[in-house]
């Protein structure tokens, strides 16, 4: 890498910086989208749950 101008070495830098952000954000949101999941799964099955309960 020492033989790369240095106006490359900033850009490979910056472009990694980036890409470490994006995969961050990405995996915050994955999380947050599967927690929202699982409650909304767990809601549902406390619904039909209940429903059925009703109906006996």
């Known amino acids: 890498m020492q033989d790369l101008p240095n106006r490359v070495l900033v850009r ?3 472009t990694t910086a980036e890409f470490r952000t994006g995969h961050w954000g990405r995996l915050g949101m994955s999380a947050v989208t599967a927690t929202l999941a699982f409650v909304g799964f767990l809601r549902f ?3 039909c749950v209940l429903k059925s309960a ?3």
């Open 54 to 56: 009703r109906e006996r």
């Open 45 to 47: 099955h406390r619904h």
């Open 12 to 14: 490979l830098r910056q």
